[in-house]
Every structure is written in structure tokens, then in C-alpha cells.
């Protein structure tokens, strides 16, 4: 995850029918109807049809839109988030009072809705697996819009590849490259960073303004920026998340802008060729080593990974289907959850949740606490974890061979392609040997 505010900033802030936060929960008594207490039927007001969502917060608008599908007597049986080409379905919508939840994929979030007159909703987005309450209101209005409004200024051009520099507000920085596809005023693209992707962005350009969102049920991102007379440049970019994450960036136009090899970032102490650990499997009973007789001999994928994090869960929808297809030829994959509560009942249960919703094969065991230094101590044998997710290679005598650091998932396009190229390349070779 580039995890600017979910993994830089102490895991903050952080598909795909989606992913997963863990799951302590302090709802209130309409939120309760997430977990199936005293379901109601009238959800009419939660109308078929495409909404524009807005959340709002740090002064700032999040806007993203959603479709709703209606089944029987007009109940509704699904809603899409629309990030860009990216369409995440939800269907566990459940009412209870005057108000409706839907519950956020795997995360354990919830947008909580009730009617604010006609075609019209308002609510509020809440996440329940965070230490302080995390709630951010929620407002909606059916029928098809644009996510930013647009004046009759003429649009400058974002359209291009972009070396961008983010700055967090204690005043660190890091590299990121910026892809945009301009149609008019309309936008997509997205960020790559180091430790993964800000995924599916989509937006508008008025004038000189720059403004790109998305909501994947974890994340709330803002990006905003403006051009200057220079016209290699980008000045004055804010890059909101959530109820309090906010970076600036800038930005030249650069269509060879790219990042550290994702590949050199991290790797072994001195002296150390193995992975060395024991951990519970997320099913009760057992535990889950390299070293079990059904690794011996065969090439193995280590995942590290969190049922909170969308760019793990964009991988994780990689791997899936791609161990089915690919287990028949002597390679594994173990998945080692980091989850945010330190309670492993907990921890396990957001993680079954992921594998079953994401129709996940192959083994996961719950590592440790959602942060980079308890994944690095537990973990001994790695120089340090950068970055969720993070992928190491073992070759068929268990010793680490490559560790790649983060994710560059489907919305990056032609990265995404790369990155899969390279991973299928990694396999081949160590399969030959």
C-alpha cells in the first residue's frame, strides 16, 4: 500500500469486491444492523440507480459515485462503488429504524444512510476497527454527475506522466510518479509510490484545477492540484485522506519518471538465507511454517499482507486465481496476516473473511499487529518491512531469493502489467532450477 496515512502515518487511515479492516466494533444502535439485529424491509429510499456519494471532511468535499441494483418490491440487493473503470460490489445491506447499513466488502466499515427527503441521502461513513471512534458524515444525490463541477474555463492539460514529490506535514518526503489520461475536463490515473498504488483516481479539470478522488470503503482520497506558467510544472497539490491525513506534492511533467527498484528496497540481515517462522493458521488448530513437510521441495510466495489494506487485496485478487491455475506445478503461496487487533480470534476472523470472499486457496496464518515494526520483528530474518504488501520468493531449498516491496495493482495499467510479467518471470526461473 502506498499507505502515506494507513502505513506511514501508524496505519491511520487505510479492490475486489474489496478488502478488510479487523474488527472491533463500537456502533451505535442503528449501525447494529450490520450484524443482522432486527432487520427492517423499507429501503426505498435507497433508490435504483447511479448516486454521486460526498464525504465530507478537513474542509473538503470526497465525492465518489455508486449505483444501487434493486431486487424485490424495489429493496435494494447491491451497490457498486465507481472508481474510474473500477466497479466494487456490496451486498450485505441491512436496515434497521430509519436507517440502512452497507457494509464496506471485507473491510469492517459501513456507510450508515437514512432518507434526507427526495433523492436525497445522508449518513455517515464509519470504520470500526479503529483505536479512536472514525467517523466522517456522508451526504448523496441520485442521478447521474460528473464528481467535480466544471466552469466554461478552457482545461489545461494534466494528461501525461508526471515525477511527483509528496510531502507529509512533519516535512518528509517521497518520490511518487503520477499517471493521468485526459479527456477533455474528465480524468483518470493514479499515484505509484514505493510501497504500492492511491489505485483507481478519476475526477475533472477546470481551468487550471486539478481535482481526482476515490473511495474504496477504506480509503477517502482528495488530490488536488493547479498548473502555473510554467507549463512543466504542477504547484500548490494537496492530497487529502480521510478525517485528518493531508500531504502537499508537486509535480513536473516527465514522461521517463520512475521510481526505485521496488526490488532493492529491502532484504536479509547478514548471514541470513531462510525465513524462520511459526505462525497460527487462520482456522483454529495448527500452525503454519516454511518448514512443513508440504513446502519441502517446491518454490514458495510468502504474502505479506493485511485484510485492511486495498493494495494487498488488489494483489490478493491477483494470486488467487493465479495459485488455482498455477499449484499443479510444485509452487505455494502462504499469506501472513498483519491485522489490527492484537486479539488473534479477532485477527482470524477478518481474515477468513477475506479468503472467503475473495475465493483465496491457499494458506494464511495470522502474523502480528498491523505495523511495519511488528512485522519486522516478527520476522527476524528481513532487514525490515517497508511496506504492505510485500512479496518474498523462496526457491525449492527455502532460501529467500527476491523480496519485492509493495504492489502496483490494475489502476496503474501498463505498471500493473509489468508487475505481473515480473512475478510470472520470478516463478519460471526458480521452477527451472
Not at 520512475?258 to 487462520?282: A, S
Not at 531449498?397 to 523480496?403: A, L, Q, S, T, Y
Request: a positive charge.
Amino acid at each position: 500500500m502506498p499507505v502515506a496515512f494507513s502505513f506511514r502515518k501508524v496505519l491511520a487511515g487505510a479492490g475486489l469486491a474489496l478488502a478488510a479492516a479487523a474488527c472491533t466494533s463500537n456502533s451505535s444502535s442503528s449501525e447494529k444492523a450490520a450484524s443482522g439485529e432486527s432487520a427492517a424491509t423499507n429501503t426505498n429510499y435507497l433508490k435504483a440507480g447511479t448516486w454521486r456519494g460526498v464525504l465530507s471532511t478537513q474542509g473538503q468535499e470526497i465525492p465518489f459515485l455508486f449505483e444501487v441494483e434493486s431486487g424485490n418490491n424495489n429493496q435494494p440487493v447491491a451497490v457498486y462503488l465507481r472508481n474510474g473503470a473500477e466497479k466494487l460490489k456490496l451486498d450485505e445491506i441491512k436496515a434497521a429504524g430509519d436507517s440502512t447499513t452497507i457494509r464496506l466488502g471485507a473491510f469492517d466499515a459501513a456507510l450508515v444512510v437514512r432518507a434526507d427527503g427526495s433523492d436525497k441521502l445522508k449518513g455517515t461513513w464509519v470504520k470500526y476497527d479503529t483505536k479512536d471512534p472514525y467517523r466522517v458524515p456522508f451526504t448523496a444525490t441520485q442521478g447521474e454527475q460528473k464528481l467535480f463541477p466544471v466552469s466554461n474555463a478552457k482545461p489545461q492539460s494534466f494528461d501525461g506522466t508526471w515525477a511527483v514529490t509528496f510531502k507529509e506535514d512533519d516535512g518528509k518526503t517521497y518520490p511518487a510518479v503520477g499517471i493521468f489520461k485526459q479527456n477533455g475536463t474528465d480524468v483518470t490515473g493514479t499515484f505509484l509510490t514505493t510501497t504500492g498504488d492511491y489505485r483507481y483516481l478519476a475526477g475533472q479539470v477546470d481551468g487550471n484545477t486539478l481535482k481526482v478522488s476515490t473511495f474504496d470503503g477504506s480509503h477517502g482520497f482528495l488530490f488536488t492540484a493547479n498548473r502555473n506558467s510554467d507549463i512543466n510544472t504542477i504547484i500548490k497539490g494537496d492530497f487529502y485522506s480521510g478525517k485528518s491525513g493531508h500531504e502537499t506534492w508537486t509535480g513536473r511533467l516527465d514522461a521517463n519518471a520512475k521510481l526505485p527498484d521496488v526490488n532493492t528496497l529491502t532484504g536479509m540481515k547478514p548471514g541470513q538465507k531462510k525465513l524462520d517462522f511459526k505462525f497460527p493458521n487462520i482456522y483454529e488448530g495448527g500452525v503454519i511454517s516454511p518448514s512443513d513437510p508440504k513446502y519441502k521441495g517446491k518454490v514458495v510466495v510468502v504474502q505479506i499482507l493485511g485484510s485492511w489494506c486495498p493494495n494487498c487485496m488488489d494483489e490478493t485478487n491477483f494470486l488467487a486465481p493465479w495459485y488455482e491455475k498455477n499449484k499443479s506445478r510444485g509452487v505455494e503461496i502462504i499469506g501472513l496476516g498483519y491485522e489490527r487487533s492484537s486479539d488473534q480470534k479477532k485477527a482470524s476472523e477478518r481474515l477468513v473473511k477475506m479468503r472467503e470472499r475473495m475465493h483465496v486457496g491457499y494458506d494464511i496464518a495470522v502474523a502480528g499487529v498491523s505495523n511495519k515494526d511488528s512485522a519486522s520483528k516478527s520476522l527476524p530474518q528481513l532487514a525490515q518491512v517497508l511496506a504492505f504488501p510485500t512479496t518474498i520468493f523462496l526457491d525449492k531449498k527455502g532460501e529467500v531469493r527476491k523480496i519485492h516491496t509493495g504492489f502496483s495493482g490494475p489502476g496503474t495499467g501498463k505498471y500493473y502489467d509489468a508487475e505481473i510479467a515480473e512475478f510470472n518471470r520470478t516463478i519460471d526461473e526458480l521452477l527451472k532450477e
